[in-house]
């Protein structure tokens, strides 16, 4: 049975704003575009989080969902809750299994929690995920170091770069900003 994957995610942070834009495709196995308006860039725990992710559609719903309930139980700590959750991943034989990576922001951190259960937090406040993702930080990276463009319109512009290159990135793009 072939596998839906969510595609692309771009993450900056730029002068007191974070902004993740994420691309609209969902890909089924390797060759077939499945859907092209998806939205994989959500606000969580009360419109104070920003979450986008990438990898199988199902998994990344489930992380995301226990993600939020470690905000919930740690009361909003972006740290703790991907910490907790990293731990878990790793630790746990369900849980282990699942293939997504995700973005995570608030008003104060930038986190990309990895397929296997890591916590980085990205140098210079830009980072991208997914199938698309080099072509997105490549983009995102320059544009940051060579203009004034605010984190929304960095991020926006970064994947529609990458939608440009990679097949499995569209120009479906959903931006939210904290």
């Not at 092209?36 to 559609?57: C, E, H, M, P, Q």
């Not at 993600?67 to 809750?81: A, D, Q, T």
């Not at 369900?94 to 990576?101: G, Q, S, T």
């Not at 990135?169 to 931006?175: A, E, K, R, W, Y």
Request: proline share 1%; hydrophobic share 45%; net charge negative.
């Amino acid at each position: 049975m072939p596998e839906f994957r969510g595609t692309t995610i771009c993450a900056v942070k730029r002068d007191g704003k974070t902004a993740i834009a994420g691309d609209g495709q969902v890909t089924m196995g390797e060759s077939v575009v499945f859907k092209n308006n998806a939205v994989k860039v959500r606000r969580i725990y009360g419109g104070k989080v920003v979450l986008g992710f990438a990898g199988s559609v199902s998994d990344a719903f489930s992380l995301s969902e226990r993600f939020e309930g470690m905000l919930n139980k740690f009361s909003g700590n972006l740290m703790r809750s991907a910490v907790e959750l990293a731990e878990l991943w790793r630790n746990d034989k369900m849980v282990r299994k699942l293939e997504a990576m995700m973005i995570v922001a608030d008003k104060d951190q930038l986190l990309i929690i990895s397929g296997n259960g890591e916590v980085i937090e990205p140098d210079g406040g830009v980072c991208a995920i997914g199938s698309g993702g080099n072509y997105a930080l490549a983009a995102a990276r320059a544009l940051a170091q060579e203009t004034n463009y605010s984190a929304d319109e960095i991020a926006y512009k970064a994947l529609k770069i990458a939608s440009e290159i990679c097949v499995f990135t569209n120009d479906h793009i959903t931006v939210e900003t904290v």
